[in-house]
């Protein structure tokens, strides 16, 4: 595999300082993006090229672009954190690479090198530093890597060019009420993804797939949906862009890898911080049946949501057909606010990164 340079192509009129600090003082999630953007290009024959940073920018493109109808697309999402120090440091940008190439995979696409990948972010990082909000807060800067399909023409198959793009955004809490718990509605005939699919990939597809359900759970006066899974309608998968923890008193349990859930390197550290902290964590299969009864009968403790973009959320309310129910009494509980303390600390540097996570730059 080929690893192209990134050449430098800085913007000669950036945002002023004082309209940086403006959005910085209220990002909110995905709204403002920073002065720069990372392309690089890969095209058949001759592998990935052209690499460069560049003042952020619409892009151009022929309206039969393959991406534009078969959707040959996958991104991912990953923060950069202010140490109090005042350098920066992203959280395990290995991961997302590594899960950036079983996406490609997936989708028939070429794998960008795992070192290119972290490179263009690093670059974009290193370019636009001064949009890292300050240290302490909850706010960081999100980083937006993806590839989409560039060829241009109707014929379904894998596209002989894509373009890779980095693209950064200051963010505040993903969920406005930040910390608050959040409503979730299960749904149970609407489903994510199938046995086989590309549940695993992180892909727009699926997310186009969520919306539908998302907006029933709007209807039903709840933040987010809840799948489970395609077969049996019965096992907990995850929401609509984030996994799914349930705890049980010291014990926390996610449900296992089917190959129709994403990877979520949030999740992936929670198991290893929960048990740096004591509790037991273990993935495993935890059905909607066994959710009602176990938070009614009380041995299901709290539960929460993780993602890299909504960090842990509490999970307050619970909706089914036919049924509705609180978690911890609809306030956020006390192992999912030590765990999302515990992670958080790590991330802006306040605590010891024992597993080496932090990649400085
Ligand atoms: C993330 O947490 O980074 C996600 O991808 C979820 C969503 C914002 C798409």
Redesign the pocket.
């Known amino acids: 595999m080929t690893t192209p340079t990134i050449e430098l192509k800085p913007s000669a009129n950036p945002l002023s300082a004082a309209e940086r600090e403006g959005i910085l003082a209220n990002p909110g999630f ?1 709204r403002h993006f920073t002065d720069h953007m990372v392309t690089i290009k890969w095209t058949e024959g001759r592998g990935w090229h052209d690499g460069q940073l560049v003042p952020y920018a619409p892009i151009s493109l022929d309206p039969a672009t393959t991406v534009l109808h078969y959707a040959q697309e996958i ?1 991912e ?1 990953l923060k950069a954190y202010r140490q109090p120090d005042g350098s920066v440091a992203t959280f395990r940008p290995e991961k997302n690479a590594e899960r950036f190439q079983r996406s490609a995979r997936r989708l028939a696409m070429p794998e960008l090198p795992v070192e290119t990948f972290i490179e263009a972010c690093d670059a974009l990082v290193r370019q636009d530093k001064a949009w890292v909000p300050a240290h302490g807060g909850e706010e960081s800067l ?1 980083l937006r890597p993806f590839m989409i399909a560039t060829e241009v023409g109707l014929g379904v198959k894998p596209a002989n060019e894509y373009l890779f793009l980095v693209i950064a955004s200051p963010a505040g809490a ?1 969920f406005p009420g930040g910390v608050k718990p959040v409503s979730i509605w299960v749904s149970e005939d609407r489903v994510r993804a199938v046995p086989g699919g590309m549940g695993d990939a ?1 892909t727009g597809g699926n ?1 186009a797939a969520s919306l539908l359900a998302q907006a029933e759970a709007a209807t039903k006066g709840c933040d987010q949906v809840c799948y489970l899974d395609a077969v049996e309608h019965t096992w907990v998968e995850e929401l609509g ?2 996994n799914l923890y349930f705890v049980y008193g010291d014990k926390i349990v996610t449900p296992s890898l089917t190959g129709s859930i994403l990877e979520g390197v949030t999740r992936d550290s929670l198991l290893a911080v929960a048990r740096d902290l004591g509790y037991e964590a273990e993935e495993g299969r935890v059905s909607v049946d066994q959710w009602q009864r176990d938070s009614e009968n009380g041995s299901l403790t709290e539960v929460f949501a993780c ?4 960090v842990i959320t509490p999970v307050g309310t619970v909706k089914r057909a036919g049924a509705e129910w609180k978690q911890s009494g609809g306030e956020p509980g006390e192992v999912t606010l030590r765990l999302r303390q515990a992670l958080l600390d790590i991330q802006r540097g306040t605590a010891s990164d024992a597993h080496g996570w932090m990649h400085r730059l």
């Open positions: 995905g991104f999402g999100y993903y992180k997310y862009g984030m993602g890299t973009a909504a």
